[in-house]
Nanobody, 116 residues
Framework: VQLQAFGGGLVQPGGSLMLSCVGS????????MGWYRQAPGKQRELVAT???????YYADSVKGRFTISRDNAKNTVYLQMNSLNPEDTAVYYC???????????WGQGTQVTVSS
């Protein structure tokens, strides 16, 4: 299983970015997928999840601003991030959890920097 994240970059406060994470070597629909982030000097935290059953979860800090979605046919999970603020600056990681074994897989991070 490999997960590869794309889409990070530098954006001004109030701006938007879309992250993508493409999986390979896996039956994508059998995985719960998630996005985490880690800011400098802080622990990695959960941002949003998309279960294999279609459910979603968001951290309170991103509710109403971020949207997670997935396209199982493309083996891809997305994170649409709107109304970004400097506190969203972090390395963002995608994560896949095999639903049967609960084994976790991590992609490489992608840097998101929100700054004017």
């Amino acid at each position: 299983v490999q997960l590869q994240a794309f889409g990070g970059g530098l954006v001004q406060p109030g701006g938007s970015l879309m992250l993508s994470c493409v999986g390979s070597g896996m039956i994508f629909s059998a995985f719960h997928m998630g996005w985490y982030r880690q800011a400098p000097g802080k622990q990695r935290e959960l941002v949003a999840t998309s279960t294999r059953y279609g459910g979603t979860y968001y951290a309170d800090s991103v509710k109403g601003r971020f949207t997670i979605s997935r396209d199982n046919a493309k083996n891809t999970v997305y994170l649409q991030m709107n109304s970004l603020n400097p506190e969203d600056t972090a390395v963002y990681y995608c994560n896949g959890e095999r639903a049967t074994s609960r084994r976790l897989y991590w992609g490489q991070g992608t840097q998101v920097t929100v700054s004017s």
